[in-house]
């Protein structure tokens, strides 16, 4: 059974940091990273190692956050730097093994002006 399992969210203030983690199980994942949904708003891609390790990472995030992983313990951490409030959001984890794609359950993050 896959499972992938966020902690980490919460709120801050703005200029503060927060460090996201999604431990996962049951598969072996090509590809693992970070997506976030604010209200009213589509899904987005925060940051993800790609399939060829890589990493890709948006635009608006650059410079402030920054994605790792461990893989004797397969979790993939987002380390959130200078936060502002429109990162305001709910993170979510999201891997994928070839076959399909697999959410996590979401983490809020509330950054405050």
């Known amino acids: 059974q896959v499972q992938l399992v966020e902690s980490g969210g919460g709120l801050v203030q703005a200029g503060g940091s927060l460090r996201l983690s999604c431990a996962t199980s049951?598969?072996?994942?090509?590809?693992m990273g970070w997506f976030r949904q604010a209200p009213g708003k589509q899904r987005e891609l925060v940051a993800t190692?790609?399939?060829?390790?890589?990493?890709a990472t948006a635009d608006s995030v650059k410079g402030r956050f920054t994605i790792s992983r461990d893989n004797a313990k397969n979790t993939v951490y987002l380390q959130m730097n200078s936060l502002k409030p429109e990162d305001t959001a709910v993170y979510y984890c999201?891997?994928?093994?070839?076959?399909?794609?697999?959410w996590g359950q979401g983490t809020q993050v509330t950054v405050s002006s």
């Open positions: 999201n891997a994928q093994n070839g076959l399909r794609a697999y």
């Open positions: 049951g598969s072996i994942f090509n590809t």
């Open positions: 190692f790609t399939s060829g390790g890589s990493t």
